[in-house]
């Protein structure tokens, strides 16, 4: 049987990851798995319980308590709090607020690192988020890296209907000492500022099928 393989996607806050991971696993027919929303359901779980996001310990012992399990529905894996997978909630102001304190702190990226490695059982995967091809899969051979202007970036939240300080969470994102954000060595780097989607997953898509070929 081959071997399954993983796409790491990283990148700043609103380049595009999301869309472009779930084109190019669709065209592939890889499992998409969105890390951050993973990031964000802790978030959600925290607040509802109302604690501290900012309390290391706190929030650590909530993840170890954490009856949680993982699930694939139409190509894409969900984590479920208690059977529940809160979608709609995770994109809201409050949640993204909290979520990079969460997922700064270093015993809920080990937590998280567990969970995203176990979604190989699932197949080959596209995994989309912050430190997939610098610290979850570093061993792959398919990593990209995402960004795109600031300027762009904000109109691309707000065009979701969501105003954010971008500038803020990718400083938060990047200077944090536990796996912060950056270019995974051997990453192939898109700016896709003046890209479709459809470009940036092409382009993607190309350079996959490249190396697949290189590694026969
Ligand atoms: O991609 P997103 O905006 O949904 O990510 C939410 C937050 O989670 C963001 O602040 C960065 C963090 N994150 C992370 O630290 N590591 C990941 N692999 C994915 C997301």
Redesign the pocket.
Known sequence: MKQPIVIAI?GT??SG??TNAKLVAKALGFVHV???????TL?WHCLERHMNVEDPKAVASLCRRWKTSLECVDGHVLLLVDGYDPAKE?RGEAV?AA??H???IPKV?EW?KKR?RECIQFGSLVM?????GT??FPETDFKFYLDAHLEERTKRRAADGLIENLAA?DQ??SQ?AA?P?MIALGARVINNSHLTSAQTSGLILEEVRKRLGAAR
């Open positions: 990283d806050s609103a990851k999301s969105d890390t951050g929303a993973m990031y964000r978030a995770i993204s979520v990079s969460v997922a700064a990226r998280m995203q989309e988020g912050r430190d997939i610290n979850v969470r938060r994102d944090r796996a954000l």
